[in-house]
């Protein structure tokens, strides 16, 4: 009886580990960056942190901005479990006024495989 108890609890253990499921997973320190207000030609360069903290290296396959007047780069070698990585963004701070852009970044994250980034701010008059 109690080889059987012993083989049943080893097929049930061994069926609980195979069924985890091995993927990345991806999860940004903050999903929006707020400028505020930057005179003209300033620092345009921002970043966004990420984590994978998945089982499996974790792909940037594209990160696409809303217009040309953001310019995003993504990391080009996979990103290893529990690793940080980055997402740089530069905006042209040469264009005055309000702004509001979106980045799509798309990976190979199970839950969450297509995440939208977000900034915003002013562009001032020199001065003002």
Same mark, same amino acid.
């Given at each position: 009886?109690?080889?059987?108890?012993?083989?049943?609890?080893?097929?049930?253990?061994?069926?609980?580990?195979? @069924?985890?499921?091995?993927?990345?997973?991806? /999860?940004?320190?903050?999903?929006? %960056? !707020?400028? $505020? +207000?930057?005179?003209?030609?300033?620092?345009?360069?921002?970043?966004?942190?990420?984590?994978?903290?998945?089982?499996?290296?974790?792909?940037?396959?594209?990160?696409? @901005?809303?217009?040309?007047?953001?310019?995003? /780069?993504?990391?080009?070698?996979? %990103? !290893?479990? $529990? +690793?940080?990585?980055?997402?740089?963004?530069?905006?042209?701070?040469?264009?005055?006024?309000?702004?509001?852009?979106?980045?799509?970044?798309?990976?190979?994250?199970? @839950?969450?495989?297509?995440?939208?980034?977000?900034?915003?701010?002013?562009?001032?008059?020199?001065?003002?």
């Amino acid at each position: 009886m109690k080889k059987f108890f012993f083989l049943g609890l080893f097929f049930l253990c061994s069926e609980i580990i195979i @069924s985890q499921k091995i993927a990345p997973e991806i /999860k940004f320190e903050k999903e929006f %960056i !707020d400028y $505020g +207000k930057i005179e003209p030609s300033s620092e345009g360069t921002r970043v966004f942190t990420f984590i994978n903290y998945g089982n499996a290296p974790l792909i940037i396959k594209n990160v696409q @901005s809303s217009c040309g007047c953001t310019i995003p /780069k993504k990391p080009e070698d996979p %990103i !290893d479990p $529990g +690793k940080k990585g980055e997402i740089l963004v530069r905006y042209d701070t040469n264009r005055i006024g309000v702004f509001n852009k979106s980045i799509i970044v798309t990976s190979n994250a199970s @839950s969450d495989p297509i995440i939208t980034l977000k900034i915003t701010g002013i562009v001032t008059v020199k001065g003002k």
